[in-house]
């Protein structure tokens, strides 16, 4: 399991912090640290829509100063996410299964828990 992230992201935290208290191994990937790219993001697109991943509803979205935010498709959507990395909506976790993404404590406790 990986889990994609930023360190810093509060949502990420709680994500960490369930995993760890119910011992559950991962790989903890930080995209502005380690980097991200092109084929990462649409492997994730296997198992998530891109209308899922890219967070519409934070700071970098609405400052994003960019004419095409208009013309949203999945290569832009991917296109951005690869610019700006506080674009994707966070945690991505993956697994065997595939991916998921955000955190929702009964989420992870059904997908996750032992």
Request: hydrophobic share 40%; aromatic share 10%; proline share 3%.
């Amino acid at each position: 399991m990986i889990v994609y992230g930023i360190k810093n992201c509060d949502t990420v935290k709680k994500a960490r912090r369930w995993l760890e208290a119910n011992n559950i191994d991962f790989q903890f990937h930080d995209f502005r640290q380690d980097g991200l790219d092109k084929a990462t993001i649409e492997s994730w697109l296997e198992s998530v829509d891109w209308e899922i991943l890219l967070n519409k509803r934070g700071t970098t979205w609405r400052n994003l100063d960019d004419p095409r935010k208009e013309q949203l498709d999945v290569a832009v959507a991917v296109e951005l996410m690869l610019e700006n990395p506080s674009l994707i909506k966070r945690p991505v976790v993956t697994t065997e299964q595939g991916c998921s993404v955000g955190f929702k404590e009964a989420d992870f406790a059904d997908k996750f828990g032992n």
